[in-house]
């Protein structure tokens, strides 16, 4: 019983999924797994951001900050994916299933193009 964790361009691991799983336990459980295997060195790092009722989103994996400002074009942040499809809610909402799998994607903020993801950055302010 697993859970895929995959980082675009980055990382991917296997971690063990447990009943009432989320995506912040799983990405939790991946940054333990992949810094474990390759210590001392870290190989993985994240930082979240809380949005209050939006829940926690991810604002930096290793070391890549999203660039959300009104002052800065074009803008660039982490869409977390469940599954084939952008998330709905934020990492510490999401429940996990065995077999799931989640991933973190840096992409622009096409204005033309919209998901949750990018409207609930939106709506928060960056």
């Known amino acids: 019983m697993s859970v895929v964790v995959k980082i675009t361009g980055g990382p991917t691991t296997q971690v063990d999924w447990v009943k009432g799983m989320n995506a912040q336990r799983a990405l939790e459980a991946a940054w333990r797994r992949l810094n474990a295997e390759s210590a001392p060195k870290r190989v993985f790092t994240y930082e979240l951001q809380y ?14 900050h999203e660039t959300y400002s009104t002052t800065l074009e074009p803008n660039f ?4 994916y469940y599954g084939t499809n952008p998330a709905t809610v934020g990492i510490d909402q999401q429940k996990l299933n065995d077999g799931d799998e989640i ?12 998901s949750a993801w990018k409207d609930i950055k939106r709506a928060a302010g960056g």
Not at 77 to 80: K, P, R, S
């Open 77 to 80: 942040f982490w869409e977390f």
């Open 51 to 64: 949005f209050g009722e939006l829940g926690y989103l991810v604002v930096m994996i290793n070391d890549t």
């Open 103 to 114: 991933r973190f994607a840096y992409e622009p903020d096409d204005s033309t193009a919209s």
